[in-house]
Antibody, heavy 117, light 108 residues
Framework: EVQLVQSGAEVKKPGESLKISCKGS????????IGWVRQMPGKGLEWMGI????????RYSPSFQGQVTISADESLTTAYLQWNSLKASDTAMYYC??????????WGQGTLVTVSS | SYVLTQPPSVSVAPGQTASVTCGGN??????VHWYQQKPGQAPVLVVY???DRPSGIPERFSGSNSGNTATLTISRVEAGDEADYYC???????????FGTGTKVTVL
């Protein structure tokens, strides 16, 4: 089965670091771009960035450039989203999604990140 | 940056037709994609490339795109269609992906 499975919910304190994951299976992981999408509580979808696992080519939304780091491990067929210093405003659901042509046709189940002191 | 504007809400009676619009500057020159998101669930692609449907999506879901407005049309609306709907494009000038503001479709 072709799927993306994300890591579990996280509760962190402001200033802490975090790395969440998105494991692809059932397809050639290196030949599809993987994007990350944020959804803050009660709000809409925001594109954060995208990576091509085949060569780690990465693009960021200007809103998230410098705020997060997107990476991928080809051997583990896993993409990552990480923060060096979390803020309360990072509290959100984060989705990874596999890109088809210009759209996202396969989504992970989401990872809820809660940042609270 | 490119902006996509959707109405916050649309209400429709069962069996009727719901139209969700997505406005953007010359959006007709871009490919528009639509997602359905039910509460507590990940988004699901329902229309891609303006009017194509992924396998498993009912024919009741259709799309069009021209000028400055793209439209998702849901025919013969069912209670199970109640959800948030988002349009999305790829902005080639910036190589960025843009989501619309989202529309909550309520089935009366």
């Amino acid at each position: 089965e072709v799927q993306l499975v994300q890591s579990g919910a996280e509760v962190k304190k402001p200033g802490e670091s975090l790395k969440i994951s998105c494991k692809g299976s059932g397809y050639s992981f290196t030949t599809y771009w993987i994007g990350w999408v944020r959804q803050m509580p009660g709000k809409g979808l925001e594109w954060m960035g995208i990576i091509y696992p085949g060569d780690s080519d990465t693009r960021y939304s200007p809103s998230f450039q410098g705020q997060v780091t997107i990476s991928a491990d080809e051997s583990l067929t896993t993409a990552y989203l990480q923060w060096n210093s979390l803020k309360a405003s990072d509290t959100a659901m984060y989705y990874c999604a596999r890109r088809g042509s210009e759209y996202f046709h396969l989504w992970g189940q989401g990872t809820l990140v809660t940042v609270s002191s | 940056s490119y902006v996509l504007t959707q109405p916050p809400s649309v209400s429709v009676a069962p069996g009727q037709t719901a139209s969700v619009t997505c406005g953007g500057n010359n959006i007709g020159s871009k490919s528009v994609h639509w997602y359905q998101q039910k509460p507590g669930q990940a988004p699901v692609l329902v229309v891609y490339d303006d009017s194509d449907r992924p396998s498993g999506i009912p024919e009741r879901f259709s799309g069009s795109n021209s000028g400055n407005t793209a439209t998702l049309t849901i025919s013969r609306v069912e209670a199970g269609d109640e959800a948030d709907y988002y349009c999305q494009v790829w902005d080639s000038s910036s190589d960025h992906y843009v989501f619309g503001t989202g529309t909550k479709v309520t089935v009366l």
